[in-house]
């Protein structure tokens, strides 16, 4: 459990008092709502159970105390000395990168003090970060201005706030850490707790993602991660500007929030009036019969998603433009340097069309264009067969999704090719398909089915798709066999060749043979029917604990020592070794009381909470005792086992321990 620097300050203050305090009255100490200290204490409460002790004791006219303190205040104490962030040194970029948000985010002006306090360093040397940061600032056209006495805040025009917000969030931060943090409240990273838990009200940002999830179901597109955040933030500084504020009930009034909100939904929402949708589709015709014409291919006959695809995205592109909104291709160096030539004809056919359609696009509006144009084109020429199904999850919106899944198409053969954005990426998906691509980290899944990659393939990506398709995908060999005369020409250019017969059929077999999968030989350890236990109903995760440690103690593989060891680790690190939903790997160190290398199994038939961020109930612990080094190999093919989501099922569904000794065996050294 982690806690924010609020929980942490209150925690520490009620550790000092003999009597209860009044919400009320740490309202007031720590300049704050009521409403927000409440909050506060619901994650202190779940942070004293975990640490073994019990919730804050209330009174609904005193306040709050805390019991035991003595007991307490020694495992806060550690918790503190390994947590809390004076032990953590962000760098001068995280700091800067900080300060930007923080001044965009709030309309009135940020103090010096404020981010002292909450970055542990000198005046000056926030002063220093935020001449660093200026620079940036002056080219989204806003300036960082002084307010004498008060602070420093950012001048500029609202919606660009937003957007710059946006845009600069989802570059210094993984955006699947910030959805994990909306769901859980908790963050996976030292980064994201500076961020999360000091840029927002947590309550404040509750109810604003509740607003846009509900605005977003009644828009007529897929919104993607920036446009998601911009719609948030726009929100935030509603509700701070307006505690009143309710989306559901709120008429444009002519403040410049509402006139900033209203610009960003109208961005966002399909044309509605007949003479802006033909607006839109006479642009779309027209590109899409002059690029046709250019690289002879009919656009529009027999291909209405395609066209579909790119009028939706025209239609957003005016509504933009003629909001002031800029936008930027992440991947718009990469994409020129390979389809410079397209890119040109895509801004030729624009700027010949500006006049009549009355609209400009900048060079990166257009780049989208062309990659739709780009991944249509490669699409005519793949050829379609049978092979696995694969997800990509893009953070960069749809147009990049669509180039990537025309490169895959190009260089794999699959079954089908679907997308989704980051925000909606869950495990029931994860399941569905048989590989998913992402292009940012997801630290909150892990699964041998997810492989990172950049937004445009790069040579390392493909090294890393190829080690993880090899099984799966039949090898190309006509790809190999194509590269065969170039590779002889090279060979006789720069050598002497004694036998060229033998060299092409070595050469060819080398080409088109798969290779063999590596054997590794696996220790063996005392693991057998006698250390399977099953258990029906447990009362807490460390009688869990106990139950496979308990045998292994009655087998003469562990000292008592080793129990007591294993739930201090995870009472002081947090449950760090529940490495899967539902899955636990209960070890400790081999000083600790290990007498021989040995494994039990423990089977829970309804499972127990061990308060871990994936939040299902632990059903399956793998009890470790390892002495040897060449046992602690076998920690790798435990991982192998409970990434396996069909072997872990089959261990959980087994009928008796005759079977799980069995069917866990046989998975660890198949």
Not at 105 to 114: F, I, R, T, W
Not at 606 to 620: A, K, N, Q, T
């Amino acid at each position: 459990m982690k806690l924010d620097r609020r929980c942490i300050d209150v925690l520490d203050l009620l550790l000092t008092r003999d009597d209860y305090l009044k919400v009320k009255e740490l309202a007031l100490i720590f300049k704050t709502s009521e409403r927000t200290i409440r909050y506060s204490l619901e994650k202190i409460d779940a942070f004293l159970i975990e640490l073994g002790g019990e919730k804050l004791t209330r009174h609904p006219k005193k306040g709050v105390l805390i019991g035991n303190r003595n007991k307490i205040s020694e495992s806060f104490k550690k918790f503190k000395q390994q947590m809390t962030p004076e032990k953590y040194k962000y760098d001068a970029e995280e700091m800067e990168q900080f300060l930007l948000l923080k001044l965009l985010l709030e309309e009135e002006p940020v103090s010096v003090p404020y981010f002292q306090d909450i970055l542990f360093i000198s005046r000056s040397t926030v002063l220093n970060h935020l001449r660093a940061i200026d620079g940036d600032v002056f080219l989204n056209d806003m300036t960082i201005v002084h307010k004498t006495r008060i602070g420093y805040q950012i001048e500029g025009d609202l919606v660009s706030k937003c957007t710059l917000f946006a845009r600069k969030l989802l570059k210094f931060m993984n955006m699947r850490e910030f959805y994990q943090f909306l769901e859980s409240e908790q963050s996976l990273s030292k980064k994201g707790e500076l961020f999360f838990y000091n840029l927002f009200d947590l309550s404040l940002l509750k109810e604003a993602v509740s607003e846009v999830d509900a605005m977003t179901q009644n828009l007529r597109r897929n919104v993607d991660d920036q446009l998601y955040l911009t719609i948030l933030v726009m929100l935030l500084k509603m509700r701070s500007a307006n505690p009143e504020f309710r989306y559901e009930t709120w008429q444009n009034a002519g403040s410049k929030y509402d006139l900033g909100l209203e610009m960003i939904i109208n961005t966002v929402k399909q044309f509605k009036d007949a003479s802006q949708i033909e607006h839109v589709i006479g642009f779309s015709k027209r590109l899409c019969i002059k690029m046709g014409e250019l690289y002879h291919t009919d656009f529009l006959t027999n291909n209405q998603v395609f066209f579909n695809q790119i009028t939706s995205h025209i239609s957003l592109m005016i509504k933009r433009i003629r909001s002031g909104i800029s936008v930027e291709n992440p991947i718009f160096f990469d994409f020129m340097r390979d389809n410079k030539e397209l890119f040109l004809a895509t801004k030729r056919i624009c700027e010949e069309l500006e006049e009549e359609f009355e609209f400009s696009a900048s060079a990166q509006e257009v780049s989208f264009l062309a990659i739709y144009f780009a991944s249509e084109l490669e699409r005519n020429v793949a050829v379609e067969r049978n092979r696995p199904t694969l997800l990509i999850v893009c953070a960069e919106g749809m147009a990049v999704s669509n180039m990537l899944q025309v490169q895959l198409n190009q260089l794999f053969e699959f079954s089908s090719i679907s997308t989704t954005s980051l925000r909606k990426f869950n495990q029931k998906m994860l399941n569905q398909f048989d590989y998913v691509l992402t292009t940012i980290k997801i630290p909150d899944m892990t699964s041998k089915k997810i492989i990172r990659i950049h937004s445009y393939l790069q040579k390392e990506d493909m090294q890393v798709l190829q080690e993880h398709f090899q099984m799966k995908l039949v090898t190309n060999r006509k790809q190999a066999i194509d590269k065969f005369s170039e590779i002889m020409n090279i060979i006789s250019e720069n050598t002497q060749i004694t036998n060229l017969s033998k060299l092409e059929l070595d050469l060819l077999d080398v080409l088109t043979k798969q290779p063999k999968k590596e054997h590794i030989e696996l220790p063996e350890i005392e693991f057998k029917e006698q250390l399977i236990v099953t258990k029906k109903h447990v009362n807490t995760w460390q009688q869990a604990i106990r139950l496979g440690t308990e045998v292994l103690f009655q087998t003469g593989c562990i000292e008592k020592r080793y129990t007591e060891k294993i739930i201090q680790n995870l009472k002081a690190f947090g449950p760090y070794m529940v490495i899967a939903p539902g899955i636990v790997l209960a070890h400790a160190s081999p000083k600790d009381g290990v007498l021989k290398d040995s494994m039990a199994v423990t089977v829970l038939e309804e499972g127990i909470s061990f308060f871990d961020r994936y939040g299902e109930p632990v059903r399956l612990i793998f009890t470790l005792a390892f002495e040897s080094k060449e046992a602690r190999r076998l920690v790798e093919q435990l991982m192998k086992v409970v990434l396996n989501e069909e072997q872990v099922s089959r261990i959980l569904s087994a009928k008796s321990h005759k079977d799980i000794y069995n069917y866990t065996k046989s998975a660890i050294y198949e």
